[in-house]
């Protein structure tokens, strides 16, 4: 159910809160009714992946941060960015979280492009985007609960981040700096990294980036 996560995140105290508590318990019937103008679905579930990275001041002259991503449909890239950021960062923490942001917003378009082409893309929180990120600390950040926002100059950034994981649009990951693909897009890396990064743009048979785990480890048997 969307927005059954989302009540943890939520101040009943607060007036605001309560009547976005009201819109959250009417969210499934919305949704049907929404989803009642697509195409029929077809075909198997569709997964969305998106690794994301950000290049804190990264332009020497305004010193604006750059966000990198790549995005995958399956295991197939059908986005790639590296966009400076709007406004300047004034830690790295606020550049990742900027850089996760886009990246939930770019998730947010893709499903919903997928979706008006009649492929199957759940709407019941299933099958939520994967994010990638290595920021340990915006990560967790983005998907705990209990923590407060004591950065105001990342506040936009947090609140959509985080109402895109209580309505399991967007499901975010941590994964080292060094298997992160989207650090091509953000900075100049050694030719090796960089030719071994590009090598895994495209996955081989039976692997797929879902799995971070089968993604550390393939890196490490072909460093062998």
């Not at 309505?167 to 100049?188: C, F, H």
Request: aromatic share 10%.
């Amino acid at each position: 159910m969307y927005g059954s996560r989302d009540i943890n995140f939520l101040d009943l105290n607060n007036d605001t809160d309560a009547l976005r508590l009201d819109f959250l318990q009417d969210y499934p019937d919305a949704n049907e009714e929404i989803a009642s103008h697509f195409p029929e679905s077809f075909g198997p579930v569709m997964e969305t992946t998106i690794l994301v990275d950000s290049d804190h001041t990264h332009n020497k002259a305004t010193r604006k941060s750059l966000t990198g991503l790549l995005a995958y449909v399956g295991s197939t890239p059908v986005l790639w960015l590296s966009k400076r950021q709007g406004s300047i960062a004034s830690s790295t923490y606020a550049a990742e979280f900027s850089a996760l942001r886009t990246a939930t917003e770019e998730a947010i378009s893709l499903r919903y492009m997928l979706r008006c082409l009649g492929c199957n893309i759940p709407t019941d929180g299933s099958c939520p985007t994967k994010i990638f990120g290595d920021n340990l600390a915006v990560i967790q950040s983005s998907q705990n609960p209990a923590a407060d926002l004591s950065k105001k100059h990342v506040a936009i950034s947090f609140h959509t981040v985080r109402e895109a994981i209580a309505a399991r649009i967007v499901e975010p990951y941590w994964l080292k700096g060094k298997y992160n693909l989207s650090d091509i897009m953000t900075k100049q890396i050694p030719k090796p990294e960089f030719k071994e990064h590009c090598d895994y743009l495209f996955w081989r048979p039976n692997f797929h980036i879902h799995d971070f785990h089968r993604l550390n480890l393939s890196y490490e048997t072909d460093s062998d």
